[in-house]
């Protein structure tokens, strides 16, 4: 049998390292590029209760939109963390790459544009940045123009761990649950769990943003988690609910490092704990799962009924 292997400039760690004061720059350029990517599928997909239609997911290779529908054609945008390329194409068997090296969002935005008008895809966006604070216009910013591949790769390897473990608590649940997706507006890894009841009308707040797109993403009443790069030295695992059950906040969770961010209305926990314990996937079980159980337990949710018994968690 010939072996199919190959060594590849990919991830060599299974909960890489990643300081967050290390990759600022990269990070917040970075966050910006995946919100162009991000809009150009929101702007072509079907819509989806909570506005599933629109985030990114993660890939061998890095994160992907996956298909999107172009005027009778499907194409799809893929960031590459291992050769560092946009790689963009199309069923009609056309393709365009967009390097990801040092450059401005100015920059990038451009060239995206390009690749795709070459590509017969062209696709207008909403030419600004949401959930950030400074909605610098993409076309104009080029105050954000960093880009280190072994950052970017890193925080890729972050988030392969995540999706590994939170897709193996995903797999527990019977009910409505979403995908571990990648939400490009606040840059985070989620996945959602829903009771089955509709909740009271989110109040919004998010910055630059309007309010009604998070009546909408919170329409009913939930339980998420997900991770991200940021909150704390190498980034954070986070879990809450909306709405918020009396006693949510009091009920206990593990690992014992994990406290609720009054602050925030959330449980946290930062990636580095999970990363430098004995048993980094069973430590980030723990608290997805108590942190849960505050949400359910707290929220009178049917538990019989929306969850996989324990015999079932595990791969056979």
């Known amino acids: 049998m010939t ?26 350029t970075l966050h910006m590029w995946t919100q162009i990517v991000g809009k150009v599928r929101l702007a072509q997909a079907p819509m989806t209760a909570h506005w599933w239609q629109v985030p990114l997911y993660v890939t061998p290779r890095g994160l992907s939109t996956s298909a999107i529908p172009h005027d009778g054609r499907l194409f799809d945008a893929e960031f590459d963390f291992v050769d560092h390329q946009l790689r963009v194409r199309s069923s009609d068997g056309g393709q365009r790459q967009v390097a990801l090296e040092p450059k401005s969002v100015a920059v990038f935005h451009h060239e995206l544009m390009a690749a795709l008008a070459e590509l017969d895809l062209e696709v207008p966006i909403y030419p600004r940045p949401v959930e950030v604070e400074r909605a610098i216009p993409f076309a104009d910013d080029t105050e954000h123009c960093s880009y280190d591949p072994d950052h970017a790769q890193r925080f890729w390897g972050q988030l392969v761990a ?139 949710w049917d538990r019989r009924a929306l969850e996989v018994p324990d015999r079932l968690d595990e791969p056979g």
């Open 162 to 300: 995540a999706h590994r473990v939170i897709s193996r608590f995903r797999a527990r649940f019977l009910g409505k649950v979403s995908p571990v997706h990648f939400f490009w507006g606040a840059m985070d890894l989620a996945c959602t769990r829903f009771s089955g009841r509709t909740a009271p009308p989110h109040p919004g707040g998010a910055p630059n943003c309007g309010d009604w797109v998070m009546v909408e993403a919170y329409s009913h009443e939930l339980s998420s988690c997900g991770f991200w790069p940021g909150g704390s030295s190498e980034g954070t695992f986070y879990s809450y609910a909306y709405p918020e059950p009396p006693g949510y906040a009091e009920h206990p969770v593990r690992p014992e490092a994990a406290n609720y961010d009054a602050g925030l209305g959330e449980f946290v926990l930062p990636y580095a704990t999970v990363r430098t314990s004995d048993d980094p996937e069973g430590t980030l079980l723990a608290f997805l799962q108590t942190t849960y159980e505050a949400a359910a337990e707290a929220g009178g």
């Open 3 to 28: 072996s199919t292997r190959r060594t590849e400039p990919g991830l060599t760690e299974a909960w890489p390292s990643l300081p967050v004061d290390d990759w600022v720059g990269t990070r917040d």
